[in-house]
């Protein structure tokens, strides 16, 4: 019987399905702001709120553009590391609520030395399909997954 490998790494890029998403529901968001019966100045709020979430959203989680937006997770001796262009390798603490689904993977998680709960979704269509299925597998059964990094 072998022993388990701690090492695994996988990445991911931006969401076709993901960002389809976001601008439906945004869509909606907006045309609520005009149908409801509120004054004109609300609805030009609520529209400029919706669009400067847009303008933060789409390129930190979305689209992947940013320095610091998070496209890759890895294993090793270490513990669980998250890559971003800013930042490099970055230490985590996976949290008990992420969730490994066939279509989408919702990684939430601590950074070392934050009190800060993020949240990163990954797509089934961000990756390959193998790729997604070995990342869902290891977080199902990795041990010491909801460990602190040391």
């Given at each position: 019987?072998?022993?388990?490998s701690?090492g695994?790494e996988c ?6 399905q993901l960002?389809?998403?976001?601008l439906l ?9 005009f ?5 004109l ?15 933060w ?17 890895r ?10 262009q ?19 993977v919702?990684l939430r ?13 990954v ?12 990342l869902r597998?290891?977080?199902k059964f ?9």
């Amino acid at each position: 019987m072998s022993s388990p490998s701690n090492g695994f790494e996988c990445r991911w890029h931006a969401s076709r399905q993901l960002l389809a998403a976001y601008l439906l529901a945004q869509l909606f968001a907006l045309g609520s702001l005009f149908l409801l019966s509120i004054p004109l100045w609300a609805g030009l709020a609520g529209a400029l709120c919706c669009l400067l979430h847009g303008f933060w959203v789409l390129p930190r989680q979305i689209l992947l553009t940013h320095p610091k937006a998070f496209c890759g997770l890895r294993r090793d001796g270490d513990g669980w590391q998250l890559w971003n262009q800013a930042g490099g390798w970055q230490a985590v603490q996976l949290r008990p609520d992420s969730l490994a689904l066939p279509l989408v993977v919702v990684l939430r998680f601590r950074l070392r030395g934050e009190r800060r709960i993020r949240a990163i979704c990954v797509p089934r269509d961000s990756q390959a399909a193998d790729v997604h299925r070995r990342l869902r597998v290891r977080l199902k059964f990795s041990r010491r997954r909801w460990a602190a990094p040391e």
